[in-house]
Protein backbone atom coordinates (compact mmCIF):
# COMPACT_ATOMS: atom_id res chain seq x y z
CA UNK A 1 0.00 0.00 0.00
CA UNK A 2 3.07 2.18 1.15
CA UNK A 3 4.34 1.73 -2.92
CA UNK A 4 0.66 2.13 -4.00
CA UNK A 5 0.52 5.55 -2.01
CA UNK A 6 3.94 6.84 -3.01
CA UNK A 7 3.22 5.82 -7.00
CA UNK A 8 0.02 7.68 -6.94
CA UNK A 9 1.92 10.94 -5.19
CA UNK A 10 4.68 10.74 -8.00
CA UNK A 11 1.89 10.77 -10.75
CA UNK A 12 0.17 13.82 -9.07
CA UNK A 13 3.54 15.71 -8.77
CA UNK A 14 3.90 14.71 -12.60
CA UNK A 15 0.59 15.69 -13.94
CA UNK A 16 1.10 19.27 -11.62
CA UNK A 17 4.25 19.84 -13.57
CA UNK A 18 2.74 19.20 -16.86
CA UNK A 19 0.49 22.04 -16.23
CA UNK A 20 2.19 24.00 -14.34
CA UNK A 21 5.28 24.40 -16.34
CA UNK A 22 4.48 25.37 -19.30
CA UNK A 23 2.10 28.11 -17.82
CA UNK A 24 5.73 29.05 -16.15
CA UNK A 25 7.26 29.37 -19.30
CA UNK A 26 5.32 31.46 -21.31
CA UNK A 27 4.74 33.86 -18.50
CA UNK A 28 8.35 34.07 -18.62
CA UNK A 29 8.37 34.79 -22.23
CA UNK A 30 5.85 37.43 -22.07
CA UNK A 31 7.65 38.74 -19.19
CA UNK A 32 11.15 39.07 -21.57
CA UNK A 33 9.06 40.33 -24.12
CA UNK A 34 7.50 43.39 -22.25
CA UNK A 35 10.58 44.01 -20.39
CA UNK A 36 12.66 44.19 -24.20
CA UNK A 37 10.27 46.24 -25.28
CA UNK A 38 10.42 48.75 -22.42
CA UNK A 39 13.94 49.20 -21.93
CA UNK A 40 14.67 49.35 -25.54
CA UNK A 41 12.12 51.71 -26.31
CA UNK A 42 11.16 49.59 -29.16
CA UNK A 43 8.69 51.49 -31.65
CA UNK A 44 4.88 50.30 -31.85
CA UNK A 45 4.94 49.56 -35.34
CA UNK A 46 8.03 47.44 -35.31
CA UNK A 47 6.77 45.56 -32.38
CA UNK A 48 3.91 45.58 -30.24
CA UNK A 49 4.23 45.37 -26.26
CA UNK A 50 2.24 42.23 -25.20
CA UNK A 51 -0.53 44.00 -23.29
CA UNK A 52 -1.24 45.70 -26.75
CA UNK A 53 -1.44 42.46 -28.54
CA UNK A 54 -3.92 41.68 -25.98
CA UNK A 55 -5.82 44.39 -26.46
CA UNK A 56 -6.23 43.97 -30.44
CA UNK A 57 -7.01 40.37 -29.88
CA UNK A 58 -9.58 41.23 -27.75
CA UNK A 59 -11.30 44.30 -29.87
CA UNK A 60 -10.78 42.67 -33.35
CA UNK A 61 -12.09 39.12 -32.14
CA UNK A 62 -15.13 38.98 -34.62
CA UNK A 63 -12.50 40.05 -37.17
CA UNK A 64 -9.82 37.67 -35.98
CA UNK A 65 -12.65 34.66 -35.87
CA UNK A 66 -13.98 35.45 -38.93
CA UNK A 67 -10.46 35.37 -41.09
CA UNK A 68 -10.06 32.10 -38.85
CA UNK A 69 -12.85 30.30 -40.36
CA UNK A 70 -12.30 30.08 -44.02
CA UNK A 71 -8.30 28.88 -42.56
CA UNK A 72 -10.10 26.17 -40.17
CA UNK A 73 -12.14 24.73 -43.26
CA UNK A 74 -8.85 24.46 -45.76
CA UNK A 75 -6.57 22.73 -43.60
CA UNK A 76 -9.34 20.51 -41.95
CA UNK A 77 -10.12 19.85 -45.31
CA UNK A 78 -6.90 19.52 -46.68
CA UNK A 79 -6.03 17.56 -43.74
CA UNK A 80 -8.59 15.17 -44.00
CA UNK A 81 -8.36 14.38 -48.30
CA UNK A 82 -4.02 14.60 -48.08
CA UNK A 83 -4.19 11.98 -45.15
CA UNK A 84 -6.46 9.61 -47.18
CA UNK A 85 -4.93 9.66 -50.31
CA UNK A 86 -1.95 8.96 -48.34
CA UNK A 87 -3.19 6.12 -46.67
CA UNK A 88 -3.88 4.75 -49.45
CA UNK A 89 -1.53 4.67 -51.28
CA UNK A 90 0.50 3.69 -48.55
CA UNK A 91 -1.61 0.28 -48.61
CA UNK A 92 -0.75 0.17 -52.31
CA UNK A 93 2.64 0.39 -51.93
CA UNK A 94 2.76 -2.29 -49.55
CA UNK A 95 0.71 -4.94 -51.27
CA UNK A 96 3.01 -3.76 -54.91
CA UNK A 97 6.45 -3.52 -54.09
CA UNK A 98 6.88 -3.03 -57.80
CA UNK A 99 4.68 0.42 -57.92
CA UNK A 100 6.67 1.69 -54.89
CA UNK A 101 9.85 1.16 -56.42
CA UNK A 102 8.63 3.26 -59.54
CA UNK A 103 6.61 6.20 -57.64
CA UNK A 104 8.13 6.89 -54.63
CA UNK A 105 11.29 8.56 -55.91
CA UNK A 106 9.04 10.59 -57.68
CA UNK A 107 7.34 11.49 -54.65
CA UNK A 108 10.34 12.34 -52.63
CA UNK A 109 11.09 14.69 -55.71
CA UNK A 110 7.81 16.57 -55.31
CA UNK A 111 8.50 16.55 -51.53
CA UNK A 112 11.85 17.95 -52.35
CA UNK A 113 10.13 21.37 -53.88
CA UNK A 114 9.33 24.32 -51.04
CA UNK A 115 5.69 24.63 -50.60
CA UNK A 116 6.07 28.78 -51.79
CA UNK A 117 7.28 27.15 -55.31
CA UNK A 118 4.22 24.74 -55.44
CA UNK A 119 1.57 27.08 -54.05
CA UNK A 120 1.79 29.39 -57.52
CA UNK A 121 1.39 26.05 -59.88
CA UNK A 122 -1.96 25.09 -57.66
CA UNK A 123 -3.74 28.65 -57.95
CA UNK A 124 -2.88 29.06 -61.52
CA UNK A 125 -4.43 25.10 -62.04
CA UNK A 126 -7.24 25.92 -59.22
CA UNK A 127 -8.00 29.41 -59.46
CA UNK A 128 -8.50 31.96 -56.29
CA UNK A 129 -11.15 29.95 -54.46
CA UNK A 130 -10.60 27.34 -51.25
CA UNK A 131 -9.81 24.18 -53.85
CA UNK A 132 -5.44 25.80 -54.25
CA UNK A 133 -5.55 26.28 -50.45
CA UNK A 134 -7.00 23.04 -49.60
CA UNK A 135 -5.02 21.34 -51.66
CA UNK A 136 -1.72 23.09 -50.91
CA UNK A 137 -2.57 21.94 -47.11
CA UNK A 138 -3.28 18.59 -48.86
CA UNK A 139 -0.24 18.54 -50.59
CA UNK A 140 2.14 19.25 -47.44
CA UNK A 141 0.27 16.80 -45.15
CA UNK A 142 0.56 13.96 -47.87
CA UNK A 143 4.53 12.93 -47.70
CA UNK A 144 5.06 12.47 -43.46
CA UNK A 145 1.68 9.98 -43.55
CA UNK A 146 2.99 8.36 -46.75
CA UNK A 147 5.96 7.55 -45.16
CA UNK A 148 4.96 6.70 -41.69
CA UNK A 149 2.34 4.61 -42.86
CA UNK A 150 4.21 2.26 -44.85
CA UNK A 151 6.63 1.90 -41.92
CA UNK A 152 3.60 1.14 -39.82
CA UNK A 153 2.20 -1.12 -42.12
CA UNK A 154 5.50 -3.25 -42.92
CA UNK A 155 6.49 -2.99 -39.11
CA UNK A 156 4.57 -6.41 -38.15
CA UNK A 157 6.46 -9.19 -36.59
CA UNK A 158 7.38 -11.80 -38.73
CA UNK A 159 6.60 -14.36 -36.48
CA UNK A 160 2.87 -13.09 -37.08
CA UNK A 161 2.77 -12.80 -40.12
CA UNK A 162 4.07 -16.59 -40.43
CA UNK A 163 1.15 -17.67 -38.37
CA UNK A 164 -1.11 -15.45 -40.28
CA UNK A 165 0.11 -17.73 -43.52
CA UNK A 166 -0.58 -20.88 -41.47
CA UNK A 167 -3.97 -20.13 -40.97
CA UNK A 168 -4.55 -19.16 -44.51
CA UNK A 169 -5.46 -15.55 -44.16
CA UNK A 170 -5.93 -13.80 -47.19
CA UNK A 171 -4.34 -10.53 -48.03
CA UNK A 172 -7.29 -8.82 -46.51
CA UNK A 173 -7.18 -10.68 -43.97
CA UNK A 174 -3.73 -10.05 -42.61
CA UNK A 175 -4.40 -6.50 -43.73
CA UNK A 176 -7.23 -6.00 -41.77
CA UNK A 177 -5.70 -7.91 -38.41
CA UNK A 178 -2.27 -7.50 -38.67
CA UNK A 179 -1.10 -5.12 -40.52
CA UNK A 180 -3.90 -2.16 -39.81
CA UNK A 181 -3.50 -1.98 -35.96
CA UNK A 182 0.07 -2.68 -36.22
CA UNK A 183 0.25 0.71 -38.07
CA UNK A 184 -1.84 2.54 -36.60
CA UNK A 185 0.70 4.60 -33.37
CA UNK A 186 3.00 5.18 -36.90
CA UNK A 187 0.04 7.11 -38.84
CA UNK A 188 -1.09 9.07 -35.53
CA UNK A 189 2.39 10.17 -35.11
CA UNK A 190 2.13 11.69 -38.45
CA UNK A 191 -1.31 13.14 -38.46
CA UNK A 192 0.02 15.10 -35.19
CA UNK A 193 2.74 16.71 -37.82
CA UNK A 194 0.15 17.51 -40.57
CA UNK A 195 -2.53 18.63 -37.94
CA UNK A 196 0.43 21.68 -37.94
CA UNK A 197 1.38 21.47 -41.27
CA UNK A 198 -2.12 21.55 -43.01
CA UNK A 199 -2.32 25.04 -41.27
CA UNK A 200 0.74 26.39 -42.59
CA UNK A 201 0.12 25.32 -45.77
CA UNK A 202 -3.20 27.06 -46.20
CA UNK A 203 -2.09 29.95 -44.44
CA UNK A 204 0.63 29.93 -47.03
CA UNK A 205 -1.87 29.12 -50.27
CA UNK A 206 -3.81 32.64 -48.46
CA UNK A 207 -0.48 34.45 -49.09
CA UNK A 208 -0.82 33.70 -52.93
CA UNK A 209 -3.85 34.80 -53.61
CA UNK A 210 -7.39 35.29 -51.55
CA UNK A 211 -8.93 37.84 -50.17
CA UNK A 212 -10.11 36.41 -46.59
CA UNK A 213 -8.32 33.68 -44.11
CA UNK A 214 -5.65 34.35 -41.65
CA UNK A 215 -2.56 34.61 -44.40
CA UNK A 216 -4.88 37.06 -46.45
CA UNK A 217 -4.79 39.32 -43.10
CA UNK A 218 -1.42 38.26 -42.19
CA UNK A 219 -0.30 40.02 -45.42
CA UNK A 220 -2.09 42.95 -44.87
CA UNK A 221 -1.42 44.11 -41.69
CA UNK A 222 2.32 43.63 -43.23
CA UNK A 223 1.20 46.21 -45.70
CA UNK A 224 -0.74 48.81 -43.46
CA UNK A 225 2.49 48.11 -40.42
CA UNK A 226 0.21 47.63 -37.92
CA UNK A 227 1.80 45.13 -35.99
CA UNK A 228 -0.77 44.70 -33.26
CA UNK A 229 -3.13 43.23 -35.64
CA UNK A 230 -0.09 41.00 -37.01
CA UNK A 231 0.87 39.80 -33.53
CA UNK A 232 -2.76 39.02 -32.73
CA UNK A 233 -3.41 37.15 -36.19
CA UNK A 234 -0.38 35.21 -36.00
CA UNK A 235 -1.32 33.98 -32.57
CA UNK A 236 -4.89 33.29 -33.50
CA UNK A 237 -3.31 30.91 -36.41
CA UNK A 238 -1.12 29.30 -33.58
CA UNK A 239 -3.90 28.93 -30.91
CA UNK A 240 -5.79 27.05 -33.65
CA UNK A 241 -2.30 24.85 -34.58
CA UNK A 242 -2.08 24.09 -31.19
CA UNK A 243 -5.84 23.30 -30.75
CA UNK A 244 -5.89 21.03 -33.69
CA UNK A 245 -2.80 19.08 -32.39
CA UNK A 246 -4.43 18.68 -28.86
CA UNK A 247 -7.81 17.22 -30.65
CA UNK A 248 -5.36 14.46 -32.57
CA UNK A 249 -3.57 13.46 -29.47
CA UNK A 250 -6.67 13.37 -27.53
CA UNK A 251 -7.98 10.89 -30.33
CA UNK A 252 -4.77 8.77 -30.43
CA UNK A 253 -4.80 8.56 -26.35
CA UNK A 254 -8.41 6.63 -27.41
CA UNK A 255 -7.53 4.81 -30.08
CA UNK A 256 -3.98 3.48 -29.40
CA UNK A 257 -4.21 1.94 -25.95
CA UNK A 258 -2.09 -1.33 -26.41
CA UNK A 259 1.01 0.88 -26.65
CA UNK A 260 2.88 2.46 -23.77
CA UNK A 261 2.59 6.30 -23.35
Not at 84 to 107: D, N, Q
Not at 175 to 184: E, G, H, M, V
Amino acid sequence: MDDHATWLAAQKRLAWKRRALPLIGAGTLLFIWWALIAFFDVKPFIAPAPQVVLVTLWQKKDMLFANLVPTMVEALAGFTIGNLVAVGIATLFVHRKSIEMAFFPIVVLINSIPIVAKAPILVLLLGNGMAPKIAIAAVICFFPTLVNMVRGLEAVSPQALELMHVLSAGKWEIFRRLRLPTSIPYLFSALKIAASTAVVGAIVGEWIGSQEGIGALIIQATYNFDSALLYATVICGSCFSVLFFLVIRLLERLCVRWVPR
